[in-house]
């Protein structure tokens, strides 16, 4: 039973560049979380979707965007990135209809992004 | 919003030693789940709490939520260098997206 995959595992980017991260949820998942986590931090809720649409948002700026599948898989892309981009980006699938109480989150590794 | 406030935010134990780890939240908890994360990696669930007074055991680990559902204690007992880790506490409210407290570096000494 594959656990959440992302990809890929390490990126640099340069400033003002736009990077593509991808998930792929576990096997019977069909809503997918996005998290950052700065370096001491803890993760820190970016979007959520569902049904291909973004159910819920942080606290993210509009460069932080989102796409999700019909086989279930996302994408975050950001967009002129800062330095303060640099992050560990970490996935998340569940289960929307069993709740968050019956499904908690599964996370994947993350992808390290670093922006120079 | 609501925030989760971890305590302490690291600590060193000698193998063998009991230690807790505290998270307590400006809002009463709808749901309280624990995460421990290896660094640079993802979190890996470890339990989850609803009901105040609640309380869960795995191996040698035990989470408590309080009878007001603002504060939870995760407990370990008999630590060894496997448990050492970064301990999450996460919170929601009632259907919104999970959040985090900035987490419990774990160091466990042999």
């Known amino acids: 039973d594959a656990g959440v995959t992302q990809s890929p595992t390490h990126l640099i980017k340069t400033r003002g560049q736009q990077v593509t991260l991808r998930c792929s949820p576990k096997?019977?998942?069909?809503?997918v979380s996005w998290y950052q986590q700065a370096l001491g931090q803890g993760p820190q809720f970016i979007f959520q979707y569902y049904e291909e649409e973004e159910r819920q948002r942080g606290n993210f700026p509009d460069r932080f965007s989102g796409h999700q599948f019909p086989n279930y898989s996302s994408e975050l892309n950001v967009n002129a990135l800062l330095l303060g981009d640099s992050a560990l980006y970490l996935c998340a699938s569940s289960l929307m209809a069993a709740g968050q109480s019956n499904s908690p989150l599964h996370f994947g590794n993350g992808t390290r992004l670093t922006v120079t | 919003s609501q925030e989760l406030e971890q305590s302490p935010q690291s600590l060193i134990v000698q193998e063998g030693k009991n230690l807790t780890i505290n998270c307590t939240s400006s809002k009463t908890l709808y749901g309280l789940y624990w995460y421990k994360q290896k660094y640079g990696e993802g979190l890996i669930f470890l339990m989850m709490?609803?009901?105040?007074?609640e309380e869960k055991s795995h191996e040698k680990i035990t989470a408590k939520l309080d009878e007001k559902k603002q504060q939870s204690s995760l407990h370990i007992t008999a630590s060894q260098p496997s448990h050492a880790g970064i301990y999450l506490c996460?919170?929601?409210?009632?259907?919104?997206?999970?959040?985090f407290g900035k987490g419990t570096t774990l160091s466990v000494s042999s």
């Open positions: 709490l609803q009901k105040g007074g």
């Open positions: 096997s019977g998942h069909d809503t």
């Open positions: 996460g919170a929601d409210q009632a259907g919104t997206a999970l959040i």
